[in-house]
């Protein structure tokens, strides 16, 4: 099994920056591909960001290319989404998950999810 643990949403004003921390404990060797997703009021969960095992290749969302940066570090079971230039339609819960899947243009989350932070940017 894997677990997720999410940290760093919270309140910010449009154009501001927070970085969001994803720790996964037990078995982590099969995290492989892990990113991030969002929902946000009464819409459906969207792919943000995801990242390879490596770090070495990532894709993200059309809507936050150039504003935000996945990354992670694999000594600490870790995984960030640095979110810069906020804008209000950027609130959401954001979600981490692990063993991401690609099928067909679009990114799926993987059987692994954490507890959701939520984000919100005031107008």
């Known amino acids: 099994q894997v677990q997720l643990v999410e940290s760093g949403g919270g309140l910010v004003q449009t154009g501001g920056s927070l970085r969001l921390s994803c720790a996964a404990s037990?078995?982590?060797?099969?995290?492989?591909?892990m990113g991030w997703f969002r929902q946000a009021p009464g819409q459906e969960r969207e792919f943000v960001a995801a990242i390879s095992w490596g770090g070495g290749s990532t894709w993200y969302a059309d809507s936050v290319k150039g504003r935000f940066t996945i990354s992670r570090d694999n000594a600490k079971n870790t995984q960030y989404l640095q979110m810069n230039n906020l804008k209000p339609e950027d609130t959401a819960v954001y979600y981490c998950s692990a063993d991401l899947r690609w099928s067909g243009d679009n990114w799926y989350g993987g059987a692994y999810w954490g507890q959701g932070t939520q984000v919100t940017v005031s107008s």
């Open positions: 037990g078995r982590t060797f099969s995290t492989n591909t």
